[in-house]
Each structure stands twice: as C-alpha cells, then as structure tokens.
C-alpha cells in the first residue's frame, strides 16, 4: 500500500511535464496544429497541388478565387499577372520558404554553438576575438546583413541561406557563451573537472545539455525570423528567383496589381503572416514549458 502510494505521488517525467505545460497554453498548441498543417502541406505539394507551379494558363490570366464571382474551381485561389495556379505556388512555395528556414537556422547553430562555448571556456585570449567579431556583425540589422551579404555573392537560394544564416549567427553566439558562462561557475562542472573531464567533454556533454533550452528557443524564434527575411529578399528581387515559386517573389511579382486583382497580394502577404504568427506563438509555448520558473508560476 504504501509502495503504491509512494509511486502515485512520483513527480511526472520531464517529457510529461513539458508536454503538459505547453498543452496548456492555448495559444501554443493551435499554433502547433497549423504550423504542422502547413509543413504537411509543403511536404505533399506534388500531390497536393491542383497543377503545376510554373503553368501557365494564358486563357486564365488573373482569374479570382473560387469564393469570388468569375471564379473557377480548377483554380481554388484563383492565378495570378501569368495564367499560373496561386494555389499550387503557395504549397511549393511553402517547400522554399520552410527549406531556407531550416537550413538558416542550422547554418547559423550549429558555428554558433561552437563558437559560444570556445567564447566561454577561453575568455582570456579567444573570446574578445569571437565577441569582437561578433559586434561588428551586430553593427547591422540582420535584413540590412542579409542584402549586403547577397549583394557581394548574387541572388539565388543557396546564396539566400548563407546571408540569412550571417545574421542570425551573432545571436546563437552570444546566447551559448553568456548561458556556458553562467553554468561553468556551478558545482557539477567543477565536479567533472575534478574527476578528470577534458575540455571538449566539458563543453559537449557537460556544459551544453543544460544550454539547450534557452537555445531550442530562440532557434523557433530564428525560424520565423528567417522565413520572413527570405519573403522580404525574395519582394526586394535579391532571394530566390523566377520562375521558382516562392512566397516574398510571388509578393513582388503581384504587387503591380493590388488593385485590379487584390488576390493576388493578399493570398500569399496572409500566408507569410500566419505562418510566421505560429512559429512565434509556438517559440512562446516553448520557452513557458522549458522554464520551471515559468512552468510553476503558471
């Protein structure tokens, strides 16, 4: 009896606990269910799409949504200034704009650990070189980064990702080291440098697990950040280029005809605000459920 009472009063598992407490917040968890609508969707986009993205259907040419008078059911979303279906560019554009995230996101992480953690653990002569460096990327806004990094390598994807990645980096490092720093100075690290643990071990498997939350944070913030930059590239004609679908180009592309076929604007500009609204609500229900402080508070 008392066995069982006992294992009924166990605190739940770390994962159960995490689950519970973004469950909770509301906010999060519908986020949650569009944004994985949306990846769904870019990922079935041959098989979604009514038609492919770069046809051209010449006897259609600005055609209205279906839920507008004049429109046709071949063309759910209606087309856009070239006959093309809106609705098969917004799901293989969604396959772009997600792809360039991710790999942003992973491009700028991944150095930026790295360089966080060599920044903390030699502070004397390593680290005013890494933070150093690091101002001076900080001097420009991460947009302002990104055009100028585009500009010396061209348009293009690949390109669209490193300059996005360039930007984003001196936030990963200066989150490593300043989390790293405040870890070193706790007793379970002392602890494993006395038992013998070399430097990499103490980084790597010591020092970095307990860094992690505050990173799986601000890398869903960066997410969102990085797919409205690559929009933004993408309207300004120095991001992804035709005739590739891609949502900040499909903008730049419709913009000439706001007026006559309003559509053609609105679709895609909803598109990028809704998606980028998830990922941010989605960073905030993480940050909530991976912070005790804030678990228990609430």
């Given amino acids: 009896m008392t066995a069982a009472v006992a294992t009924l009063r166990q605190p739940p598992s770390p994962a159960r606990a995490f689950a519970t407490a973004f469950a909770a917040n509301r906010g999060a968890l519908l986020a949650f269910v569009f944004f994985s609508a949306i990846v769904l969707a870019a990922l079935l ?151 013998g643990a070399g430097t990499l071990r103490l980084m790597f498997d010591t020092v970095l697990p307990n860094c992690l939350a505050p990173l799986i944070v601000n890398a869903t913030l960066s997410f969102s950040s990085a797919i409205l930059e690559t929009a933004a590239l993408g309207f300004l004609g120095l991001g992804v280029q035709a005739p590739i679908p891609e949502w900040g180009s499909m903008l730049s592309a419709a913009r000439d005809y706001i007026e006559r076929a309003p559509w053609v604007v609105t679709i895609p500009g909803l598109t990028i605000l809704f998606t980028v609204l998830a990922i941010n609500l989605m960073g905030d229900g993480l940050r909530d459920a991976l912070d005790p402080k804030l678990r228990v508070a609430a």
């Fill in 45 to 195: 986009a041959p098989w979604l799409a009514p038609h492919d993205p770069i046809q051209q259907f010449r006897d259609h040419l600005l055609t209205p949504p279906v839920w507008q008078a004049g429109g046709l059911a071949q063309f759910p979303f209606g087309t856009d200034e070239l006959g093309r279906c809106l609705l098969s560019r917004l799901l293989h554009g969604a396959r772009i704009s997600l792809w360039i995230g991710l790999a942003a996101v992973l491009l700028a992480l991944v150095p930026g650990v790295v360089l966080g953690l060599l920044a903390a653990f030699f502070q004397r002569w390593l680290s005013p070189v890494i933070m150093r460096t690091m101002d001076i990327l900080l001097a420009l806004p991460g947009l302002l980064l990104a055009i100028c990094v585009i500009t010396i390598l061209g348009p293009g994807l690949v390109n669209t990702v490193i300059a996005i990645a360039v930007g984003s980096l001196p936030g990963y490092v200066r989150l490593v080291r300043g989390s790293a720093l405040a870890e070193l100075s706790k007793d379970y690290v002392t602890a494993s440098r006395v038992a």
